[in-house]
């Protein structure tokens, strides 16, 4: 064994893939649902993690779904500010009486008394006459105790509040692309490695065979070795179930074609962050994370809420006008007649407005709860995430050195199994010892940016451009 059959790349075992989100999820799905018999080769286009990102924020359901939230929020804000506004109403109708009030009236709106209507018989017994009206009718509020004011305040801190959770949506569909496509990337990555280790290991198998064969070597030897070659084997198997399945997750995020295949640019590779403050985290997500600013929004808009219940008891004006046309049929002429005012409407006992406004306070408490709720989970969030950053860092050169040293004890352990001072056996061992030191160091490479993307989105920071940099620093 030479050592050209060893390898240097680091690998990632796939029990270590599991997404951070619903990944596991959707990937065990798909495992079900991709078919490996049979297929025809296809050329995979290129897809870059910008590309992905921007296909997957295109398509994101959950998204969509946030952003007509503030197209909803935006209608109610134009519906509060309706109330600002005069209404207009154009009426017309036709009806038929012989009652002496109505027609006594219609004659009037007409201008068709005459002297005769006005006797006693005929006063009391008009006989059935028709009138045909139409008319206009405006209505202005002056002033609705504060009704107005307060449902357009709220309405207002209500589209904020849905502003900001779509941004939240948002980021929450960048931090999935990212652990999508970091895990695809690596799994590229993983299959690479584990295709070279089984060849080499299969082919070193065989000559172990002729050898067995011949007596040259125990059968104990050659029987262990085939079961290490056989997680090998399993090895390879799952890593292609897996490589396919993350393909068709992706497809998923993209809303592409299931089948659809892809080939990832770039490579993982060891980079430096500089650490974070933790306290300034925390500072900057109280500040201007989209989750806190929605809370804070709704806790404005329970606020107008409030002092809208609390003016209720105040009186109400509006000034008011008609315009009307009454006429028996439709060649005569009619009557036009107008009326215009102002009305004054005033509470003098409420029964419910008790009530509302201890509603309206309640709810203001507990968006109030909530707020402090969501801080002390960011606390908690950001501590934890911290912690196990700074345990990634203090583990990453151990782990890389690890990883060096067992590449460079399969260099050498080659020209001694090919003297025959060593056994197959060792030379298996060495290289399952290679592919576990390894694969612990590829993890730490892919939990130091996804770690450093959740520190992003814990502190109300992730975005296209932040997370450009981070795939910026660790691809090339």
Do not use: C
Not at 29 to 42: I, N, Q
Not at 368 to 374: A, D, F, R
Not at 434 to 448: G, P, R, V
């Amino acid at each position: 064994m030479t050592s050209k059959k060893s390898l240097s790349t680091p690998t990632v075992l796939p029990s270590a893939l599991s997404s951070r989100l619903f990944l596991s999820a959707v990937a065990g799905f798909a495992l079900f649902t991709v078919s490996f018999a049979g297929e025809e080769p296809v050329r995979p286009e290129v897809l870059s993690f910008e590309t992905f990102s921007q296909k997957v924020l295109a398509y994101y359901p959950k998204l969509k779904v946030a952003h007509s939230g503030v197209d909803i929020a935006l209608a109610k804000k134009m519906q509060a500010q309706a109330g600002f506004w005069p209404t207009l109403d154009l009426s017309a109708g036709y009806k038929i009486s012989d009652d002496p009030v109505n027609v006594f009236g219609m004659l009037l709106r007409q201008e068709r008394a005459t002297t005769a209507d006005f006797q006693p018989p005929r006063v009391n017994s008009p006989g059935p006459h028709q009138d045909l009206s139409a008319g206009v009718h405006i209505e202005l509020p002056l002033f609705d105790a504060m009704q107005t004011i307060g449902r357009t305040r709220s309405a207002r801190e209500m589209v904020k509040a849905s502003q900001a959770d779509e941004s939240f949506t948002k980021m929450e569909a960048l931090l999935m692309a990212q652990d999508a496509y970091l895990n695809a990337l690596t799994l590229e990555k993983l299959s690479a490695v584990i295709d070279a280790v089984q060849k080499n290991s299969g082919e070193d198998l065989q000559t172990a065979k002729d050898l067995k064969d011949r007596g040259m070597i125990l059968g104990a030897d050659y029987y262990s070795a085939r079961v290490m070659f056989g997680d090998f084997t399993r090895m390879k198997n799952e890593i292609t179930r897996q490589r396919k399945a993350m393909t068709t997750l992706m497809n998923i995020l993209m809303g592409e074609s299931m089948d659809r295949v892809w080939t990832l640019p770039g490579v993982i590779d060891g980079f430096e962050f500089p650490l974070q403050d933790q306290q300034k985290l925390v500072q900057t997500a109280f500040v201007i994370r989209p989750d806190v600013l929605a809370l804070n929004a709704r806790i404005q808009a329970s606020d107008s809420e409030l002092s809208r219940e609390k003016s209720s008891s105040l009186p109400r004006v509006s000034a008011f006008g008609d315009v009307a046309n009454s006429r028996e049929g439709l060649g005569d002429s009619g009557g036009n007649n107008y009326t215009v005012g102002v009305m004054a409407n005033m509470p003098l006992f409420d029964p419910s407005r008790d009530g509302r406004i201890r509603e309206a306070k309640a709810r203001k408490d507990q968006l109030e709860y909530n707020v402090q709720l969501l801080k002390d989970s960011i606390r908690q969030d950001i501590t934890g995430e911290f912690a196990r950053n700074v345990t990634i860092r203090d583990n990453m050169a151990v782990l890389k050195g690890m990883a060096e040293d067992a590449e460079q004890a399969v260099s050498l352990m080659g020209p001694l199994y090919n003297e025959g001072r060593k056994s197959i056996v060792d030379l298996f061992e060495i290289r399952r010892a290679y592919l576990q030191s390894a694969q612990a160091y590829d993890k730490a490479l892919i939990e130091i940016r996804l770690s450093e993307a959740r520190l992003l989105f814990l502190a109300g920071r992730l975005n296209e451009d932040e997370i450009g940099k981070l795939e910026r620093s660790g691809e090339r």
